[in-house]
């Protein structure tokens, strides 16, 4: 697994291993970031939409890359067989989801419903965490 993982994340970083018809076809999206943004856009302003555009989506995307670097120690070298008797427990998985749904719900219309509508959502949402532990 994790020499799997490493692989990975090299061929992201370095472009190693990946079939040149697919690197040809992805740099005109990728557009060579900084150099290309002179040529697609006209003014200043429009240069500026553009980073500003896209600096959260390639902070996104690095984001995942080295988030997920803390916890390599933490992939087993290799893979643990499941036991057969393990079942996926189904209603507690449709109970937490709907707990959590619930609990979106109540905070994000808090601002726009009555008190007693949201403290109602609220108190549900808990009530399914208690009921799905």
């Known amino acids: 697994m994790r020499r799997h993982f490493w692989s990975e994340i090299d061929k992201f970083v ?3 291993g990946l079939e040149p018809a697919l690197l040809l076809r992805g740099l005109p999206i990728v557009g060579g970031a900084g150099g290309g943004v002179s040529c697609w856009c006209s003014s200043q ?3 500026a939409l553009l980073v500003y555009s896209g ?3 390639g902070g996104f995307s690095l984001g995942l890359v080295l988030g997920g670097l803390p916890a ?3 992939i087993p070298a290799t893979p643990e ?3 057969r008797d393990r079942r996926v427990d189904v209603l507690g998985a449709l109970t937490f ?3 959590i749904m619930l ?3 109540g905070v994000e219309r ?9 403290v109602a959502t609220i108190a549900a949402g808990l009530a399914l965490v208690a009921c799905s532990s």
Do not use: K, S, Y
């Not at 808090?110 to 949201?118: G, I, L, R």
């Open 14 to 16: 370095t472009g190693r």
């Open 45 to 47: 302003r429009d240069q």
């Open 55 to 57: 600096t959260p989506a």
């Open 72 to 74: 390599v120690p933490l």
């Open 81 to 83: 067989e499941r036991p």
């Open 97 to 99: 989801t709907a707990a």
């Open 103 to 105: 609990l979106v719900l």
């Open 110 to 118: 808090a601002a726009h419903a009555d008190a007693d509508w949201t």
